[in-house]
């Protein structure tokens, strides 16, 4: 299947005579931090994109204190009128580095790529051709540079926390249609979760089998940092709350509240009627206090979740509980059946 079956075919996105840029059917997205070669990386694709026939715009999302990447990323942009530089000061990092750049893209289809060299840049178009009826593919590479104990488990973590997962969950490669980026980029989530979260909000997400490009020898290696696993891992665990108990927080909070509660109401009535038939004491009985600071806590915690229940009640309106894919009715005659998209159902 060829890029142009997608995509209609046109003239590379330029700025006109009036200095109106027209509209593009591609944005390539890319968060680049201090990395001399960031330049050289994104310059192998150039000619795989200029090759597909697209408008397209290149949003390159550089870290400012990076002088020579910066001057590096600027020289390539002198010469190749798609790419756009924006230096930027302070440096959020990639994850959201790159949120900021999917708010200005334009075009219907999203590209992400990495700073570094993670996929064959002859392989592109393996993405575009499986786009067609999709709304996100992502690389499996040929060969997997992270080992198979950490893929396999963040795939465990992403299946337990969202039910979906993808076999390459390293690679960053991946090319989305703009809607669901909208929609998922919006939780300000790490950019290996936006997969899983895509599959689990309804958008249908598949893989393209590509082939692993080697990094050249001046390109930064991945390397093995605990303590960001563990970020990824508390990461996880706040989205999941977020995703699964946002319009019903009173199930969260409910279920953390009321077993606190029901431990000290029994710890309380056992000692109540062990005082009122055995005659016991109660001065030495530290379980009292514990007892009594249970019931507290318990109706502190679901009171949280009534006081959340009360907020989302109020903002009802104004938060998208679902999102409508395509509508399917007949035409005016009634004579034909067809599928109408989301911006021509009103």
Not at 148 to 176: E, I, P
Not at 299 to 319: D, H, M, T, V
Not at 324 to 332: N, P, Y
Request: proline share 5%; charged share 25%.
């Amino acid at each position: 299947m060829s890029v142009s079956s997608v995509l209609p075919v046109s003239s590379l996105s330029k700025v006109d005579s009036f200095g109106i840029t027209p509209e593009v059917d591609l944005s390539v997205v890319a968060a680049v931090p201090d990395n001399e070669v960031a330049a050289s990386v994104l310059a192998k694709y150039r000619s795989v994109l200029d090759g597909m026939g697209l408008r397209y715009e290149v949003l390159c999302m550089a870290d400012a204190a990076g002088e020579r990447t910066v001057a590096a990323l600027k020289s390539l942009a002198r010469d190749w009128p798609n790419l756009e530089v924006f230096a930027r000061r302070p440096w959020t990092g990639e994850d959201g580095e790159l949120g900021t750049a999917y708010k200005r893209a334009r075009g219907r289809l999203v590209l992400t790529l990495p700073g570094r060299t993670e996929i064959a840049p002859e392989d592109l178009p393996k993405l575009f051709a499986a786009i067609e009826d999709n709304d996100m593919v992502v690389c499996d590479r040929d060969v997997q540079p992270i080992s198979a104990k950490r893929q396999s488990f963040l795939k465990k973590t992403f299946r337990l926390f969202f039910g979906h997962s993808v076999s390459d969950v390293f690679c960053r490669v991946r090319l989305s249609r703009r809607d669901v980026l909208e929609e998922v980029g919006g939780f300000g989530v790490r950019q290996h979760f936006i997969p899983a979260i895509a599959a689990s909000r309804g958008f249908r997400v598949i893989e393209a089998r590509v082939r692993h490009a080697e990094p050249e020898p001046q390109e930064d290696r991945f390397v093995f940092r605990p303590v960001g696993h563990m970020r990824a891992l508390f990461d996880a665990m706040a989205l999941f709350v977020v995703m699964k108990f946002l319009h019903r927080p009173l199930r969260f909070f409910g279920a953390i509240g009321a077993p606190v509660f029901l431990v000290g109401l029994l710890g309380t009535v056992a000692l109540v009627l062990g005082r009122l038939f055995m005659d016991l004491s109660l001065a030495d009985r530290p379980l009292l206090i514990f007892s009594v600071l249970a019931i507290v806590l318990g109706i502190q915690i679901i009171a949280l979740g009534l006081i959340g229940e009360i907020i989302i009640f109020s903002n009802s309106r104004q938060l998208k509980q679902y999102r409508v894919s395509t509508i399917i009715r007949r035409d005016k005659y009634g004579s034909k059946v067809r599928e109408v998209p989301q911006d021509e159902a009103d």
